[in-house]
Structure formats: C-alpha cells, structure tokens
C-alpha cells in the first residue's frame, strides 16, 4: 500500500477546493482595510503607466514622482507608498487600456484575465499530456493552491500572463512543424512584455538552433521595438536601462528577502549578518557574476545536447525564474506550474506535489518576518527534484 494512492490525493484535492470556497467566504465578508476583495495589491504598478500614457504624459512614464502621485489619488496612504512602474514602454502600452476602467472594474477585469491565463497554462500543459489524464484535475488544484500561485492571483500580479507564455512556447514546440515552431516564438517573443524572462526563453531558442522559432520571437520583439519608439523615442532603451537601475538598487534592500532570485537570497542572506553597504554591493556583483556563468553553462548543455531535449525545458523556466536579478516569490508559481513535465507519472508524483503545496505554505508564513529569505527551503526543494529529474532519463 502506497503512502498516497490516487484516491487519496483525490480526496485531498476536494479538500483543497472546500478550503477555497471557506476562504472567498470569509475574505468576503469578513474583509476590512487592506484585506478587502477590491485591495489592490500590485496592481498600482500597472494601472498607473496607463494613467500617464492616457494623461499624453509620454516622456514622464519613468518619472517615479508623478508615479507616486498618480498612485496616491487612487489609493491614497499615509505614507505615500507606490508601487513603481520599471517595465519597458511598450509593455505600458499594453497595460494602457487598465486606465480606461475605473481602479475596482480594472482589478477585477485583472483578475480575471489572470484566472483565464491559468486556465490556459493548464490546458496547453495538459494537451501535452503533462499529467496523468485521471490526476489531471486533482494535480492542477495543487498546483492553484500553492502560495506564489494564489497570491499572484488574489495579489494583482502577472505569473499567471508569464507562465501561459511559457507554456504556449513549450507546448508549440513539442509539436514540431514549421507552423508550430512559429507559434512557439511568437509565445517566446510576447514574454518579453517581462524582458528578464523573454530574454533567456529566446536565448534558449537560439541554443536549440530553432530558427523559426526564433523569427516569431524576433517578429514580436521588432513590434515591441516600435511601441516603445512610437511613445519615447528610438534611443528608449537606454533610457529604460536606466531607470530600471535605478529602481533595482532600491528593490534589493526593500524586497531582498521576498525574492526567490540566486541575487535576491544572496543579497537577503548577507543582509542577515551585515547591514555595511560595500558588503552588500560585493555580494551583488558576485551573484551577477555567479547567475551569468550558470546560465552559460546551462546554454552551452542545451546546445551540445548534454541535457535530454524533453526534459530541458523545465530547466529552462528554474533558470528564468531564478536567474533572472529581481524575481520575488510569487514568480516562483510560474516554475511550480510547470512541475508536472517533469515528476513521475505515479503515486511519487502525487506526493512531491503535496509537498510543493505544504514547503509554499511554510515559506508564505515566514515572509512577513521581513528578515530572512524566506522561500529559500522551496527553491532548494524545487531545484533538486527539478535538475535530478532533468538530467536523468
């Protein structure tokens, strides 16, 4: 008798669906100040770069005071806290038609493209047969219930959008003809709404020498290109780095240990020890340093064929996921919804997402602490299962 059967885990995903409607109920009627369903959440940091691009405001998009303003008259506090606005210009074109709506019809218009995103991430993963067909439901209610999953959704982030593209380009390209192979990029090339991420998915492509794939990425970046011309010029990139640089010195020491990024621990580990600024700007330099050289040795296994191409491309999201500089906790559900690609396809699969869901939960309470990095025992976990699994057929 295995330690969990399939009947198990299906009782235990019912449970989990209880748990749900339990939690809407209370959330709804119990809610008060920040807890309430209409709370924000990030979704400042993407209503107001709509605000200014609607207000012909182009060429103050990366002003952060205005951002903090404009923020504030929406969701006033005490402090004037806001939620900055660092993504490229064209992907503020794409966040544009937010500003159309009012703050609460935007967020529920957000959330709900974002529950379809998720849907749609496991449609696609399904279609590839990423899970047993009779674990299928049971498995996708684990992998909703996760923290970094729910809190994107509830939380007005984005994970949901990054890891439908995700899936579409892994999807696309299992299938293998010219046209798929298209699509494929054209996913890819759409990530770079999240350039950390677009980047290194297209890299992989490069590796793999999919050329068609890599014209629909580049399709797709080339319109980026022009939408951000069209609103700061044909020099916007440089001007974006720069802001963005900005913006990062200040994200490490406000949200260092929130992060699941091999920067991001490091950062928020030293900061444990020591608060002197060289020490902390060293250990930055050196996890720069460190994450450049995996993902090289990670491209140069993808192109010699030293990592099973069926299996690589789990390895490929842990590497966007935690190699990009800044990703905080709630990206880590993009790699969590991918885990089905790679577990076995029996009762040890049921119980490594059982522990998924208990490691997330765990991390999630310890993150308010502010001090420590919190989702660090999850990474540890997820990479393990993730790099054996991969480089073993």
Known sequence: MTLLSYDRFRRLSYALICGWILGAILYLLLGTGTFTTFYPGDLPGFYVPGVILERGLFHELYNFELQRVIENEFWPTPENKYYAFAYPPYTAILLWPLAWFPPITAKILWTVLQIAALCGTFLLLSWQGACPARARVPSWIFLASCAPVMTSVMGAQNTCFSAFLFAGTYVFMQHGSSRA???????????????????????????????????????????????????????????????????????????GHQMVSANGLLFSLTRMFSENSSHLSTILSVSHIL????????????????????????????????????????????ALLFLPIILPRNEDGFLMLVQALVLSWLCEAVRPIGTVPAYLPLVAWYSYVVFTRATHE
């Open 291 to 334: 994450s450049l050289l995996l993902l090289g040795g990670f491209f140069a296994a993808v192109a010699f064929r030293k990592i099973p191409s069926s299996k690589s491309f789990a390895l490929v999201v842990l590497a966007a996921v935690c190699l990009s500089p800044q990703t905080l906790f709630y990206d880590f559900g993009i």
């Open 181 to 255: 192979n298209l699509l494929a990029g054209i996913f890819a090339g759409a990530l770079l709404y999240k350039p950390q991420f677009g980047l290194i998915l297209v890299a992989y492509l490069l590796c793999l020498r999919n050329w068609k794939a890599l014209g629909g990425a580049g399709l797709i970046g080339a319109i980026y290109y022009l939408m951000g011309a069209s609103i700061s010029g044909w020099m916007w990139p440089a001007q974006w780095i720069s802001h963005a640089s900005t913006f990062g010195l200040h994200n490490y020491t406000v949200n």
